[in-house]
């Protein structure tokens, strides 16, 4: 079982930046694909971001790619996303996910068997 716990969020100036963090605790987080999903009131929790095992490979989201990078540090069970440039309509509350079964990263959600328990971020414009 793993759980994972995010941290970060806040409210910000459109144009800024935030950082958010995900620690996690259990067995094997170093062989997880891990994943940064986002939501919107009355929207769909759509995908952000994802990271390799190792962290050599990483999936992003047409609408924050060049803004946003995830990174993981796998000897403190964290991963990280790194959110630049920040727009209006990144508001949302970000979830740190596990795909403890997967070898290729995948952006859908019902692939993430584990979930936090979400952070908020809004921008102001």
């Known amino acids: 079982q793993v759980q994972l716990a995010e941290s970060g969020g806040g409210l910000v100036q459109a144009g800024g930046s935030l950082k958010l963090s995900c620690v996690a605790s259990?067995?094997?987080?170093?062989?997880?694909?891990m994943g940064w999903f986002r939501q919107a009131p009355g929207k769909e929790r759509d995908f952000v971001a994802a990271?390799?095992?190792?962290?050599?490979?990483?999936n992003y989201a047409d609408s924050v790619k060049g803004r946003f990078t995830i990174s993981r540090d796998n000897a403190k069970n964290t991963v990280y996303l790194q959110m630049n440039s920040l727009k209006p309509e990144d508001t949302a509350v970000y979830y740190c996910?596990?795909?403890?079964?997967?070898?290729?990263?995948?952006?859908?959600?019902?692939?993430?068997?584990?979930w936090g328990q979400g952070t908020q971020v809004t921008v102001s414009s």
């Open positions: 990271i390799s095992w190792v962290g050599t490979t990483t």
């Open positions: 996910a596990a795909d403890a079964s997967a070898l290729i990263i995948r952006s859908i959600p019902r692939h993430y068997e584990y």
């Open positions: 259990g067995p094997s987080f170093s062989r997880n694909i």
